[in-house]
């Protein structure tokens, strides 16, 4: 089974040298994290990798089939927009994904996570129109 995310990241690196500490943070997590499927050869295969913060957040914040990822850098600031299927329980990777990046990142950063729920409303009228 799987949910529909829209994901909002805006974040901003507290010194020079975050990004790269981030990154670096991120990489260890992904190689620890033997319960997560982050299908690294298939991206790899698109020439995405763990090496640069955009990346990763690709990974992150996308699905293979349809990689739907709006990135925008003012210079200070990066803005990732995404709207991607994965499957239930994958808010507890992004969470943890934030939490880690919190480290390095300025005051104001933010992850919104919203969570589709039109799969299971769709369903129930369903469910009703065959009770008519």
């Known amino acids: 089974m799987s949910a529909c995310y829209t994901i909002e990241l805006n974040m901003k690196f507290n010194a020079p040298e975050s990004m790269s500490d981030a990154v670096r943070s991120l990489q260890e997590y ?12 298939s991206y790899a295969a698109d020439g995405i990798g763990t ?7 690709k990974i992150f914040l ?6 739907r990822i709006t990135i925008t850098d003012s210079g200070e600031w990066k803005n990732y927009t ?15 994904m934030f939490k880690i990046l919190g480290v390095y990142l300025a005051n ?10 039109v799969s299971y409303t769709h369903l129930r009228a369903h469910e009703t129109r065959g009770n008519l």
């Open 82 to 96: 995404a709207d991607f299927n994965a499957s239930y329980g994958w808010e507890s990777v992004l969470i943890k």
């Open 62 to 67: 996308s699905d293979r089939k349809r990689q």
């Open 30 to 41: 992904i190689k620890k994290d033997a319960e997560t499927d982050y299908d690294l050869e």
């Open 108 to 117: 104001g950063s933010q992850l919104d996570i919203s969570i589709d729920t």
């Open 51 to 57: 090496e640069n913060i955009d990346d990763l957040m």
